[in-house]
């Protein structure tokens, strides 16, 4: 797997962003380094994770066999919607397992579990390789990911807020 070349020029583009009601923050940012690699941040807390946007762009689901930032744009607005879907359909007391890094040989996920009218939100890793997993058809959010284990959080924020975080950012990658 060498390097690929992404033909769009570099740029910023906050895909997600959400400050919950004790200033906390979760926001993932695709920085486009034109490599496909290390150029997604995710922001939680007061903790970062740098990861790739490889599989992203090999993703076929979205845009057909087609690279580069504008592809990774697309699945990343793809991906959301189904975070979107997960938990507004989330029953009190369950957990949506909401994926964001897809890597070789593990993956990394958003555990959102719904107490009333607020989310409890984790960072954590799984087992799964990202390679199994095709990005704009991730698994069923209600199952857990083979491995998983937290390693932070958890974060309260309103459903309302992160719902509103995904649309703004849905609506901001168009």
């Given at each position: 797997?060498?390097?690929?070349?992404?033909p769009?020029?570099?740029?910023?583009?906050?895909?997600?962003?959400?400050t919950?009601?004790?200033g906390?923050a979760?926001?993932?940012?695709?920085?486009?380094?034109?490599?496909?690699?290390d150029?997604?941040?995710l922001?939680?807390?007061?903790?970062?994770?740098?990861?790739?946007?490889?599989y992203?762009?090999?993703?076929?689901?979205?845009l057909?066999?087609?690279?580069g930032?504008?592809?990774?744009?697309?699945?990343?607005?793809t991906l959301?919607?189904?975070w979107?879907a997960?938990?507004a359909?989330?029953?009190?007391?369950?957990?949506?397992?909401?994926?964001?890094?897809f890597?070789?040989?593990?993956?990394?996920?958003?555990?959102?579990?719904?107490v009333?009218?607020?989310?409890?939100?984790?960072?954590g890793?799984?087992?799964v390789?990202?390679?199994t997993?095709?990005?704009?058809?991730p698994?069923?959010?209600?199952?857990?990911?083979?491995?998983?284990k937290p390693d932070?959080?958890?974060?309260?924020?309103?459903?309302?807020d992160f719902?509103?975080?995904?649309d703004?950012?849905i609506?901001?990658?168009r």
């Amino acid at each position: 797997m060498g390097s690929a070349r992404v033909p769009a020029a570099p740029g910023r583009f906050v895909i997600f962003s959400i400050t919950g009601d004790g200033g906390a923050a979760v926001m993932l940012t695709f920085e486009n380094n034109r490599t496909l690699h290390d150029d997604l941040l995710l922001k939680f807390g007061g903790s970062v994770w740098r990861c790739d946007s490889y599989y992203l762009a090999l993703d076929e689901g979205v845009l057909g066999r087609r690279r580069g930032a504008p592809k990774v744009r697309a699945v990343l607005r793809t991906l959301l919607e189904k975070w979107r879907a997960a938990i507004a359909a989330l029953a009190n007391g369950a957990t949506a397992y909401l994926p964001y890094d897809f890597s070789d040989q593990c993956t990394a996920w958003l555990a959102c579990e719904r107490v009333d009218t607020e989310l409890l939100v984790r960072h954590g890793w799984a087992t799964v390789e990202g390679w199994t997993i095709v990005p704009s058809d991730p698994p069923p959010p209600e199952t857990k990911p083979a491995g998983f284990k937290p390693d932070g959080g958890p974060w309260p924020v309103s459903i309302a807020d992160f719902l509103d975080g995904i649309d703004r950012s849905i609506d901001a990658a168009r």
